[in-house]
């Protein structure tokens, strides 16, 4: 009887934890900003690495940005990038620098190839 009793115990707390989890996870979905690029939230992966000269294509699937996009948008998505990237933040130094040249590729300081 007692056994019975610890087993409907134990299921009842795992339920209660498995609601939980389930509660929290809704609740950070709605914390992820709508403002990251989707790239960022893995959903539209790139996959490929990096071509030996940048191109104007290449710079813009960088930043996820139209590569007719405005200067002042390509400074907005370098920006939000470097955020993420930065290496004084734990990102990488190679990532850093293929977003600074897909700014300076996009914004047109480097003709691209």
């Known amino acids: 009887m007692a056994s ?4 409907g115990l134990g299921l ?3 339920a209660m934890a498995l ?3 389930m509660q ?4 950070l979905e709605k914390l ?6 989707k790239s960022l939230l893995m959903k539209n992966y790139y996959k490929g690495g990096f071509e030996k000269n940048m191109s104007k294509r290449e710079a813009s699937l960088v930043l996820g940005i139209s590569p007719a996009s405005p200067n002042n948008r390509v400074r907005d998505a370098h920006r939000r990038m470097m955020i993420v990237n930065h290496p004084d933040k734990g ?3 190679y990532l850093a620098s ?3 040249e897909a700014k300076d590729v996009l914004e047109g300081k480097v003709k691209p190839r």
Do not use: C, D
């Open 32 to 37: 992820v900003p709508k403002q990251l690029p």
């Open 24 to 27: 929290a996870a809704r609740h």
């Open 4 to 7: 019975a009793v610890l087993v």
């Open 12 to 14: 009842a707390t795992g």
């Open 19 to 21: 609601r939980a989890g």
């Open 91 to 93: 990102g990488s130094p």
């Open 98 to 100: 293929k977003i600074n």
